[in-house]
């Protein structure tokens, strides 16, 4: 009678985790490549596909076999913590079967008990089963405690290197494996899934980069929104500040290469500061707001505004209303929602220095006192003026559009 | 206010803590362990047979 899956992957778990020790302490040896792309869904999520090349070495395969025609191969730890939209492909973009958190646990177990016997043979059984378990059944608010119940057993058995190592991520994370078909070539598996920001935000964003460590050749690249551009892209350490490598500047599609050592001691990951296009907004609005603030302060500063207010003038009236509708153009909606978020001051200022136009011209038009009106257009051209002025320093600032470069 | 703060901002000197002054996206990953060393097939399976012969042992002397 042939095993249901549960007892072959039981039976099996043991010699997986001896070709997965072997796999994953020489990480880059095995696999080639590793690239990410990052999409910009919105200001408070991302898209990130990721591609692992890899060839399992033949010393190996007969290892991490599951059965007549599976492999299992372990791809990454992903943290304990809820997927969204998790999806797993072959290169020719077909599903893959991966191994459940509760499967992959089978043979973390086995892995730790291995890394442990490598670091010392002194263990005693009774205390070591319940910490196992407990590092694999422990849930993120309960990492610190792990970490600290290991800190005692080294404590009590001397330095366990291998074993804490990988304790603290088995603690946090789990093994993410694919059931292959064929590991006898090489291979293409890729995943992608949402990220939300964990602090939205309008123009920098941290993108933790963890997979750099994985692979020989570590590639990331982020796809920009349209009518944005990636002003700059570095990945950082973020514990010391070292810019590790340098991507290219005022970029629709970034993208960088770098491979770092598996180092507790580094954080790095990508940092991205984007800013919007001039072209679409800032220039038209910057125009606009010059033409306000023109419209308001040269008959503040040259006209009788009072002998203006006794018979309005229907040019100022003209070049009020057309204020108006020019800013109501450049006002527009229907943006990608982060360069929604990023204009919107931008759109404030304009909205403020239309709003001034507007009530300089009420007063003028229902005969306001001459005290008034001297008011209401002065305070509205240093408004209008000051609006035109930040406007003009973004629009400045901002990147072009590729064309207009 | 915003705009005129972006205006009159100043780029941080340093780079250090970059993190915690930006938008944050998470990876579903985590970092791999870093082991000291790499482990060979063999000496994984001889591991693992001397672990799995404590395990018995304890399991039988309980």
């Not at chain 1, 190996?60 to 492909?89: C, G, I, M, Q, T």
């Not at chain 1, 177990?109 to 089963?129: G, H, N």
């Not at chain 1, 990220?195 to 935000?201: E, I, K, M, N, S």
């Not at chain 1, 931008?346 to 005290?371: E, K, N, P, Q």
Request: hydrophobic share 50%.
């Amino acid at each position: 009678m042939q095993p249901w899956p549960g007892e072959v992957l039981d039976e099996r778990s043991g010699e997986i985790a001896v070709g997965f020790a072997a796999l994953l302490t020489r990480q880059a040896a095995w696999r080639h490549r590793r690239v990410e792309r990052i999409t910009v869904l919105s200001h408070e999520r991302v898209r990130r596909h990721v591609s692992v090349d890899f060839t399992v070495p033949e010393s190996h395969r007969e290892e991490l076999r599951l059965s007549e025609s599976e492999w299992v191969v372990p791809l990454a730890y992903l943290a304990k913590r809820l997927l969204v939209n998790f999806d797993l492909f072959m290169e020719d973009e077909a599903a893959v079967a991966l191994l459940r958190s509760d499967e992959a646990q089978m043979i973390s177990r086995e892995l730790l008990y291995v890394m442990l016997d490598l670091d010392t043979e002194d263990a005693i059984e009774e205390d070591i089963a319940p910490l196992i378990e407990w590092i694999l059944a422990a849930g993120p608010a309960e990492a610190e405690q792990v970490d600290a119940a290991v800190g005692e057993l080294e404590d009590a058995l001397g330095p366990l290197p291998g074993f804490s190592a990988l304790a603290a991520q088995l603690t946090r994370g789990f093994l993410l494996c694919a059931v292959l078909d064929d590991v006898s070539r090489r291979r293409v598996v890729k995943f992608a899934y949402d990220q939300p920001l964990a602090r939205p935000g309008r123009s920098v964003h941290f993108y933790d980069t963890p997979g750099c460590t994985q692979a020989a050749s570590y590639h990331a690249e982020v796809e920009v929104p349209d009518e944005m551009r990636a002003r700059t892209t570095d990945m950082v350490d973020d514990l010391t500040g070292r810019v590790l490598a340098l991507g290219p500047r005022d970029t629709d599609r970034p993208a960088i290469h770098y491979v770092a050592e598996a180092d507790a001691a580094a954080r790095p990951g990508l940092s991205v500061s984007y800013g919007a296009e001039r072209g679409r907004f800032l220039v038209p609005a910057a125009i606009v707001a010059w033409v306000i603030a023109l419209g308001l302060a040269l008959p503040w500063l040259f006209a009788d505004l009072p002998a203006l207010a006794a018979s309005p003038s229907p040019a100022i009236a003209i070049l009020l209303s057309s204020s108006a509708i020019f800013s109501g153009l450049v006002l527009r909606s229907g943006e990608h929602p982060l360069v929604r978020l990023m204009l919107a001051p931008y759109r404030l200022c304009l909205a403020t220095s239309t709003v001034a136009a507007v009530l300089a011209g009420g007063v003028l038009a229902f005969h306001g006192a001459s005290g008034t009106l001297a008011w209401t257009w002065g305070l509205g051209s240093l408004v209008a003026v000051l609006s035109a002025s930040i406007l003009t320093v973004e629009a400045a600032r901002a990147p072009a559009a590729a064309r207009d470069r | 206010m915003s705009a005129l703060r972006r205006i009159f901002r100043r780029e941080p000197e340093s780079l250090k803590g970059i993190r915690d002054r930006s938008a944050v996206v998470r990876s579903a990953e985590i970092a791999g362990p870093a082991f000291p060393r790499p482990v060979s097939g063999e000496e994984a399976r001889a591991a693992l047979e001397r672990s799995r012969a404590r395990r018995a042992a304890a399991n039988g002397a309980a």
